[in-house]
């Protein structure tokens, strides 16, 4: 069992540059978010997705781009990488009948330099 | 808006002691509350959760009670082992009607957990 996987595990990237965080999960579920984990911050929500085609902001979605084409993957751009954006990624999938009982990826440990 | 605070930590701990995390939320409605659970290294795992008031969640050893008039949700373990060592998060989730809330958790800033042997 598979689950959310998320890839990279780690990345530098200098200022300026883009990427792509991978996310994909085996469990059929029609909710999948994206949240960011700074030090000593919690997690905050950037754009969540509630089936295949339909995304929508979370509270901090700035600088960020989501898609969401199939039910399996939600890939989070990065245009133009800020040292803002230094920090843990999580990608974390739900069922609907099931709010809140979120699955969650290993994370992307991201470093803009 | 809705928010959730955590006692300061880290908290750390002897084998065998009595861990209480204390979690309080603002919220409208009636929210569904959780907590989470992050091992070394590892995305945040679900502890335990509970949907209504006076509701007590329990896995593992740990328990927490949904607490309406308190607005609370502490989490207790009457013996901590080394291997609960971690981070805990507190974390709520709206009921909206329709189910609009789409299941979006709204996290605490997370307690660091050290237990030594």
């Known amino acids: 069992n598979a689950g959310v996987t998320q890839t990279p595990k780690f990345r530098i990237l200098k200022i300026g540059q883009s990427m792509t965080l991978q996310c994909t999960q085996d469990m059929n579920h029609n909710y999948m978010y994206w949240y960011r984990q700074d030090p000593g911050m919690g997690l905050k929500l950037i754009y969540y997705s509630v089936g295949a085609g339909i995304t929508d902001k979370g509270e901090v979605p700035n600088g960020y781009n989501v898609s969401r084409s199939t039910t399996e993957d939600f890939p989070l751009r990065l245009e133009l990488a800020a040292p803002s954006q230094t920090s843990v990624y999580f990608c974390?999938?739900?069922?609907?009948?099931?709010?809140?009982?979120?699955?969650f990826g290993q994370g992307t440990r991201l470093t803009v330099v | 808006g809705n928010s959730v605070t955590q006692m300061e930590g880290p908290v750390t701990l002897s084998e065998e002691a009595f861990l209480t995390i204390n979690c309080t939320y603002t919220?409208?409605?009636?929210?569904?509350l959780f907590w989470y659970v992050q091992y070394p290294g590892e995305g945040l795992q679900l502890l335990l959760k509970a949907t209504k008031a006076d509701d007590k969640g329990s896995n593992k050893g740990f328990e927490a009670t949904y607490r309406k008039e308190t607005t609370s949700f502490h989490l207790e373990k009457g013996s901590v082992q080394v291997s609960d060592s971690a981070v805990y998060f507190c974390a709520l989730t709206q009921r909206g009607a329709g189910g609009t809330s789409y299941g979006k958790l709204t996290f605490g800033q997370g307690t660091i957990l050290t237990v030594h042997p």
């Open positions: 974390a999938s739900s069922d609907p009948q099931r709010r809140g009982e979120a699955f």
């Open positions: 919220a409208t409605g009636y929210p569904s």
